[in-house]
């Protein structure tokens, strides 16, 4: 069985201002790693993903997480959000012997003016 | 080329109504899925296909809920006899390959259930 937990239900940041959206996880086996993100009324896009190799990981509109085997972490990170970063943001693994995902229940990024 | 649709965007279904969701994988993909999002949670699998074999339906709450996809390619997701627990928005994806490790989503239904 795997499980994965976002511990923060919303993060209100300052625009401009660094956040971390953080991620853990339990699973018996290997996994991948994936954050996607929901703009409100749309599906999921596929932010980055963690397969294997270089446990810093670079995705789409500045954001990057670093895969912490010891830990099992998977931490989002963005140097300087947005307003238009406002959105939810899923961790989810990938049971590399199944093949469905399982999500976290969500971390509600709000980047205020 | 288009991504994944689903269709209605939006039900509203009264307690014990039977609803079809519909949804329209990217053109040639060969494994679909079917995940349940209930409000504040993150989306739950519910079933699996591999062309027109459904391979796993572990997720599937009740035997109120089936799926079917004959062709290999749209898939439709039922629900009988629908309750208020059934409120959600239930989303689609594909991939392309059976081990392709990305997931590409659809826009999702979302069915309140009066």
């Known amino acids: 069985a795997q499980s994965v937990t976002q511990l923060d239900s919303q993060v209100p940041v300052f625009e401009e201002a660094p956040v971390e959206l953080r991620c853990n996880y339990s699973?018996?086996?290997?996994?991948?790693l994936f954050w996607y993100v929901q703009y409100p009324n749309q599906g999921l896009q596929l932010l980055l993903k963690y397969l294997s190799g270089s446990t810093l990981v670079k995705g789409i509109n500045g954001f990057e997480a670093e895969f912490n085997k010891s830990q099992t972490s998977f931490h989002l990170r963005k140097p300087s959000v947005h307003i238009s970063d406002t959105a939810e943001y899923f961790c989810?693994?990938?049971?590399?012997?199944?093949?469905?995902?399982?999500f976290g229940s969500g971390t509600r990024l709000q980047v205020q003016p | 080329g288009a991504g994944v649709s689903q269709s209605p965007r939006y039900k509203v279904a009264k307690r014990g109504q039977d609803v079809a969701l519909r949804c329209d994988p990217i053109s040639g993909h060969v494994s679909l899925f079917w995940y349940q999002q209930a409000l504040g949670q993150g989306p739950e699998f519910l079933t699996y296909f591999q062309n027109e074999a459904q391979l796993d339906k572990s997720g599937l709450p009740s035997d109120r809920f089936f799926a079917e996809r004959p062709e290999g390619s749209v898939s439709t997701l039922k629900i009988q006899r629908t309750q208020q627990e059934d409120s959600a928005v239930y989303l689609c994806a594909s991939i392309p390959r059976v081990g392709t490790d990305t997931q590409y989503f659809g826009p999702g239904t979302r069915l309140t259930v009066l």
């Open positions: 989810a693994v990938l049971n590399t012997g199944r093949r469905a995902l399982t």
């Open positions: 699973s018996s086996v290997s996994v991948y």
